[in-house]
């Protein structure tokens, strides 16, 4: 029962290089989210897709970009990364939005040196 | 204004106390309520819907008043086991989709 997975775990990067960070779920949601969590400033989105074919910009989606592969995958790329983007980076989906749960993957701890 | 609103807290209460949060929002289109629990370098959990009349599970009691745009979770009979942080959490419409913001988190600390 795997529910929304997301690697890698934790990886340190140096500043400038890009990375990406990989999510699936197996429960056939139609949306998922890419979210980080500093401390004191709680989860900020920072991108969702809907559904399969759109993604549209959270609140923080400056220096990152994603991509919808299937229903299945939603992946967060680090162009260039930046101390500033040091975080815990969590993956979520839900069957439509509106009432439904949202699940979460365990996170990825992300340090930019 | 933070779109969700919460007092970082922390609150510290002994076992068997009852203790309540608010948390406030500021998108009056707002549409669906949750309470989430993060347990320390855990990711969040669904601990409950709130829905428009109010609504109880078990131990927890979750309220929503939409005039002064708030919802509540009261604990009773606190337990050690309920030391975590609580996620409000707001969606709002947007274009056909729904939009998660979730506020800063509640710490609550329960002590023997």
């Known amino acids: 029962n795997a529910g929304v997975t997301q690697t890698p775990k934790f990886q340190v990067l140096k500043t400038g290089q890009s990375m990406t960070l990989q999510c699936a779920q197996d429960?056939?949601?139609?949306?998922m989210y890419w979210y980080r969590q500093d401390p004191g400033m709680g989860l900020r989105l920072i991108y969702y897709?809907?559904?399969?074919?759109?993604?549209d910009k959270g609140e923080v989606p400056n220096g990152y970009n994603v991509s919808r592969l299937n229903k299945r995958e939603f992946s967060l790329r680090l162009e260039s990364a930046a101390p500033s983007q040091t975080s815990v980076y969590f993956c979520?989906?839900?069957?439509?939005?509106?009432?439904?749960?949202?699940?979460f993957g365990e996170g990825s701890w992300l340090t930019v040196v | 204004r933070k779109e969700v609103e919460q007092d970082p807290g922390p609150f510290n209460v002994p076992e068997g106390a009852t203790v309540a949060f608010n948390c406030t929002y500021s998108?009056?289109?707002?549409?669906?309520f949750f309470w989430y629990r993060q347990d320390c370098r855990k990711e969040p959990k669904l601990l409950m819907s709130?829905?428009?009349s109010g609504n109880e599970d078990g131990r927890f009691t979750a309220q929503l008043n939409r005039a002064s745009q708030y919802i509540s979770l009261l604990i009773r009979d606190s337990k050690l086991s309920d030391s975590a942080t609580y996620l409000c959490?707001?969606?709002?419409?947007?274009?056909?989709?729904?939009?998660?913001?979730f506020g800063r988190g509640t710490s609550l600390i329960v002590h023997p």
């Open positions: 897709s809907a559904s399969e074919g759109t993604t």
């Open positions: 959490v707001v969606n709002r419409g947007a274009g056909g989709s729904y939009i998660p913001t």
């Open positions: 979520a989906s839900s069957l439509t939005g509106g009432r439904d749960t949202i699940y």
């Open positions: 429960m056939n949601h139609n949306s």
């Open positions: 709130v829905y428009s």
């Open positions: 998108n009056s289109a707002s549409q669906s």
